[in-house]
Nanobody, 123 residues
Framework: VQLQASGGGPVQAGGSLRLSCAASGRTFSRYSLGWFRQAPGKEREFVAAISWSEGRTLYTDLVKGRFTISRDSAKNTVYLQMNSLKLEDTGNYYC?????????????????WGQGTLVTVSS
């Protein structure tokens, strides 16, 4: 499984960005995809996840109401729409995939990780 994330960049506080993650390689009939992030000097943290077949979603409370995760089955792509960005949203955002459709906030649950895409929010 290969996960190719894109869409990061600099943005002002209050602005928006949309991250994309294209999945390729071996796929599973039931799995979930999601996003983690890691700010400089901090631990990696869960952001959001979506079950591929049913579209169920899970978010950290830190982004609820501001971020939306979605998927495009035809393109094998998952998106993270980020609105009302805050300084504390800065970090490397990693796309992840698990082998089952259960949603989890635990990083060890996800078997596949893409490279990070950097989001920098400035005032």
């Amino acid at each position: 499984v290969q996960l190719q994330a894109s869409g990061g960049g600099p943005v002002q506080a209050g602005g928006s960005l949309r991250l994309s993650c294209a999945a390729s390689g071996r796929t599973f009939s039931r799995y979930s995809l999601g996003w983690f992030r890691q700010a400089p000097g901090k631990e990696r943290e869960f952001v959001a996840a979506i079950s591929w077949s049913e579209g169920r979603t899970l978010y950290t409370d830190l982004v609820k109401g501001r971020f939306t995760i979605s998927r495009d089955s035809a393109k094998n792509t998952v998106y993270l729409q980020m609105n009302s960005l805050k300084l504390e949203d800065t970090g490397n955002y990693y796309c992840v995939q698990s082998n089952v459709a259960v949603l989890s906030t635990r990083p060890g649950f996800y078997a596949y990780w893409g490279q990070g895409t950097l989001v920098t929010v400035s005032s």
